[in-house]
């Protein structure tokens, strides 16, 4: 969408994949394994309501690893695509960094890094500074600090304590910690409604 040439930058909702939409299944391999967490497809479906785009960051060093192949990581991304389709729920785009983020080897796309945000605001006119970050570790939400957005970590089974304890002395208005991923979406999506300028409906791509 554009007024005049200038195109109008969207917030968006950036979800973490493992531990946060399915479960994770460490070095997920088999696509038939997919499992959807719970709220995970209602979260994306309320997104879906407010027409905030949804996009799916990922780290899956385990292709660096050579632990999965790039075609099992996308059958895996595709599977879960159509799962959250069949729950009403749509994602605009999904994002990997296949980098092992060893020291010797950095990319910018391994999340805490920007990369993949950055790739996605490009492609599809994002504004990173209000959009919201969320995830089960404390390096899907450190976006939000680096971009000025709002973050909101929802610990799970697999989240480290130390990530638990970061999130929890960032708090702030604009650092949350969620229950669930339907409380995640509920706070991001009132905090971006109340900066966010009223845009028209935008259409399909
Ligand atoms: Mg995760
Ligand atoms: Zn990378």
Request: proline residues 6%; aromatic residues 4%.
């Amino acid at each position: 969408m554009t007024h005049g040439s200038t195109p109008v930058l969207e917030p968006a909702l950036f979800l973490d994949r493992d531990g946060t939409l399915i479960a994770d299944a460490h070095y997920l391999a088999d696509a038939r394994r997919v499992r959807l967490l719970a709220g995970a497809a209602d979260a994306v479906a309320m997104a879906n309501a407010a027409r905030v785009p949804v996009v799916v960051v990922t780290n899956q060093s385990g292709i660096a690893r050579g632990l999965i192949t790039t075609a099992q990581y996308e059958a895996v991304r595709d599977r879960t695509t159509a799962l959250l389709r069949k729950g009403r729920a749509e994602v605009l785009a999904t994002y990997h960094c296949p980098h092992w983020g060893h020291p010797t080897e950095p990319c910018d796309c391994r999340k805490p890094g920007l990369g993949m945000y950055r790739q996605a605001a490009a492609a599809h006119h994002l504004d990173l500074a209000h959009s919201a970050y969320i995830g089960d570790r404390w390096r899907d939400v450190q976006p939000a600090l680096a971009t000025g957005g709002i973050g909101v970590l929802v610990p799970g089974i697999e989240t480290p304590a130390t990530d638990v304890e970061a999130a929890r002395s960032a708090l702030s208005s604009r650092l949350f910690m969620a229950e669930h991923i339907v409380e995640a979406v509920t706070i991001a999506l009132s905090m971006i409604g109340a900066e966010r300028p009223l845009l028209p409906t935008v259409g399909a791509e």
